[in-house]
């Protein structure tokens, strides 16, 4: 809210400047956000006296006026305006002046200037002009005891400082309030507030009393509602002092009665409507809307209203979104003769609920949805009462108030040891209980002297319990005089996170393998998720995305990864990434399912292909197939194998993968990820002209995995003996044996490990070699026992076995 | 006369030394005068037929030849070695490149919140992860945020839709708060935990506004942890995060699930307090909330109103970052960029 600091010190009597003022706020209560000096436009404009007025020798709508603006200072003004007259005090802006007009909030520079033949050397001003209204009817008469050559904005007290404070949501109750805001300042300055904290006189019902019937349907959604009929009121422009408040608070100056709403629920807090009493028939409701009532605002749009809506209506139609904002149909106008004035209490969460189903927010909404006081009416009702008497002339018709159940303060037990553990410092009992007082709070010590008895005031809803009270006297105290304290604590050490553990060294390692960590948004959209070919129906979507290509939340980290691969290769045309993170879907059991998947990605532009045992267009898969392998060794996961793809369709994940050059990576039985390059298709999709191989791996399976224990083997003390092996493996004719049309290394794997047992101890592939329809396969051999060293013959039998199983199995010679 | 011949021997082999070229002749040269069966050798073999006066007289002329002739061979041994290799031909030019070595880099924020997790552990505390999508519950009512508080608009939170009728409301969890009641619902206090994470909020991104961050969270609870403790706490990482002297400033704040409630400022790091850009010259750093954990969130999960105290606390880690290495736009964490990813 915007503070006038000129109106807070005359409340609260504060000697701070502003400045200080914001400082003791922000540490004590609330921040303020910004300081600054109100811009009023007003320089070179100055309090003056019409001293003679004359007919303008050359145009009949213009006079030609004397004005003393100063000892011996006497200028010669041109001036067009009906109401002028000798003896006025008026606002002369003189030369020099740049004046902020209302209306348009064009600027308007004062110059002398020739009109119509005379000079004139300045400008008599309306409030317009003075940028106090909309009034450009004639100029704008001040008090007669207006001192000539002031300046006018020290007269009508613009000259002011800003303070623009942020008040904390629980607070809206009373610091949304200048009254509020200087009870404040006073506590945080050790003094009473400079007014005078007094209820006003209840109102006297005139005998006649002609206030409508009101009658509250909802006593929980509107706690008190309070109404007065003013008679023969008389709509004008507020006097200067009302309009310079609002202005310095932000607000415009509509007219006297809509001033005097504004200026109330400024100083109170308490927000006030008024309608035109003479377009009301019958009794006010308040009440739920029906369903698809409508009603046009004051500002000339019609809403659809829900049966939530707490409405005020007559007889005949709905007259205003309680709370809210007022209806156009029963708004005060110029012509309005007899008003209605409502000071209600409604409930916060209905206000609440209106305002951001109608997207409303106002200053009424504002104040009501953060929770106001049922018993604020009475500070309000007696000034209201007064006001529109001395200001808009009206006199009281009637007055209705309708408070069914009376809110009371309440009593909260404070205990002084609970104030010492909560803040960890010795504040002395006197002192917190000198700050509950300062903060307007009753408060008596109970018999022992080790707690306190603290009355709230019904003003301060926040204040439900002990802790609401410690923040009050900790707040008070000064958290910057707590002194930082080591807590006692338990040295048992803390348990471990062994998967964020595990998570961390799977990245450390990666990095060390040469990739880089990227991070992308959990969400996508469907043009993502069809050029990947995922399943619609699993993603889980959400209700309100920032846009449609975030709408989706991702079930892989592919496509996000697949947009940065596009995007960097724009500047570079190799790189290793990976990124782990949370993908989501729909469970089957549970509505979702969340999980942390592993994506890492080789990028290889096509001429940078290399290779050696593998033809240099696979050489990205396997490179990456050669780190992954690295990576469980690192962290001991075990049997791992490498199934073709095709046996897995169901996954839907699987779906970006190529068809025949991808693997599902097992570890035994457990699936720990797919491997493979980067469908063709989805390539194209996704703009990438690269060999992409990705590795998608579910985090849980991987740690899951590892191997729980790892035990000593003990040395071999003698050498193994190494040879090798060539065999020539002719291509099967499809569909027999096996659907694959080419023996595997993995089978020829299978069949060394199976024949080669006890004594062939390592193998490794050194050689492919295809042409026509043989494949052949080159392995070295070692062989070795734990207690002797070989004979040639124990080897060549392991051998023969080997060569003997080939031939048996898939028909393999040896080659010579 | 054994005398004069061990001098010649010397004289000689000194000579002959001299016109050694190769380490072929240098070998011969070795037999010839130092060799087992060199004059030499056979001289101090033969000492033992001397009596025990000339045994001493000759065999110390003898070593002392012997020694001398070693020396001048080691000596010509090494700058034949020496010569022997044409060094020029076997130039590099040492500011050439290599084969180029892949290092990867951690995302900066991984890196920090590693940094992070590794301080608190130090003091004990214990890392606790919960899901990114949350169920209402947990991100809101469990911490006392009740359904018409304004956190809730629609414009902060992302909602997911809800397919089948279902009896929870689910979302993108809006803070890693939500991570306290799960932690809460499963252990007794005292505990004291750290909560990293990435959080949501549906806000519309520039320079300095993303939807997507990184956030800590950090909560002790026990019988008597204070305001006192939480000030000690918070300087203490700190001051070993950024390896200097830091103050802590509280502010009066307002948070559903805590009461008393703060806005947390560090004396700026850049500055050490004097004044900067980076701090808008107050000298001070607005780092996040906290407070101490509201009773109400005490009784969501579970325990007795009154038993227990403690507090909470919550950073942005990408704020950190942006702080720590002057990083003028928040987009660039997601962006996936490699020339971004590789400087840190």
Redesign the interface.
Known sequence: MRYSYNWLKELSGTKKSPKQLAEILMMHAFEVEEVWQFPHHLENVVVGKIMKLEKHPNADKLRVAEVAVGKKDTRRIVCGAWNAAVGQKVAVALPGAKLSVSSTGETLEIKNAVLRGVESQGMLCSARELGLGNNHDGILVLEKDAAVGTPFAKYAGLEDSILEIKILPDRGSDALSYRGMAREIAALGNHQPRFVEKLSEPLKTPTNNRAPKIVVQNNQACRRYFGIVFNDVTAEESPLWLKAKLILSGLRSVSNIVDITNYLMLLTGQPLHVFDADKLSGAITIRRAQSKERLTLLTGETKTLSAEDLVIADDKQVLALAGVMGGEYATVTKETKNIFLEIANFDAVSIRRSKVRHNLPTDASYRFERGLDPNLLDEVTGEAYALITALAFGKCGGVKDIYPRKVKDWKITLSFTRVKNVLGAKIPPSEAEKYLRLLGLAVKKTAQGKSLEVTVSTRRPDLRDEWDLIEEIGRLYGYDRIAPKQPRVSLAPSAKNILKTFEYAVKKYLTHSGFDELLTYSFYGERDQSAAHLPLDKHLTLINPMNPEQKLLRMTLVPAILRKVGENLRHFNRFDIFELGSVFAHGDKKPIKEKKSLLITTVRAKKSDQGNTVSKADATFFSLKEKMLALFAEFHIQDIAFVPLNKFGDMPEAAVFHPTRSAIVRSGDKVLGILGELHPFMARNFGIDARVVLAEFDVASLAEARKAEILFRPLSKFPFATRDISLIFPRLPEGKQSAAKDVTVAEVETLLLEAGAPLLKKYELFDVYEKGDEKSLAFHLSFGADDRTLSGEEMDRTFDRIVALAKKRFMASLRL | MLKARISTLEAEGKNALKTVKTIADLEAWEIKYLGRKSELGNILKSLKNFSSEEKKVIGSLANGARQTLAQAFAETKARLLEQSVDWEKERIDVSAPGVA???????L??QLE?QI?DIF?SM??????G???ESEWYNFDALNVSP?H?AR??QDT????R??P?KEN?L?RTHTSSVQARYMETHTP?F?IIIPG?I?R?E??DASHE??FHQFECL?V?D??????F???A?AFFENFFEKKVL???????FPFT?????FDISCVLCDGNGCPVCKQSGWLEIGGAG?V??KVFEAAGYPR?KY?GFAWGFGVTRLAMMKYKISDIRL??G????F??QF
């Open positions: 070595v892949a290092c990867g880099h951690l995302h924020i991984t590693h997790e552990v004990g505390f214990t890392v606790a992860d899901p990114e999508v018409d304004p608009d629609m992302f909602w997911l839709q397919d089948e279902q689910f993108l005292p004291r990435k949501f549906n519309a991104t939807h997507t002790m026990g008597d942890v204070s305001v006192a403790n000030k000690y706490i300087q802590i400033r509280l502010r009066p704040s307002f009461e008393p409630s703060f806005e101490m509201n009773q009154g105290q964490f997601m996936g960029d490699l020339r990813i590789r």
